[in-house]
């Protein structure tokens, strides 16, 4: 996992491998944020698909 936190992405999902464990940030550059919706209009119908599963056995 990396540390450094990228204090421009807010990150407070504990299971992603990106999120940097002391502060809640996520550790890369960029990330992707898409949607699975075709209309999307509120913010829970958004996906950070740059998250990947810290540990795969408890996804």
């Known amino acids: 996992m ?3 936190a990228n ?3 807010e990150c407070t999902v504990t ?3 990106n999120h940097c464990e002391s502060v809640n940030y996520c550790s ?3 990330i992707k944020v898409g ?3 075709s209309n999307p209009t509120e913010n829970k ?3 950070c698909e740059s998250f990947e599963c810290r540990n795969p056995a408890n996804c």
């Open 2 to 4: 990396n540390d450094k």
């Open 35 to 37: 949607t699975h919706e």
């Open 28 to 30: 890369l550059n960029a």
């Open 15 to 17: 299971q992603c491998k």
């Open 7 to 9: 204090k421009s992405i």
């Open 45 to 47: 119908c958004t996906d």
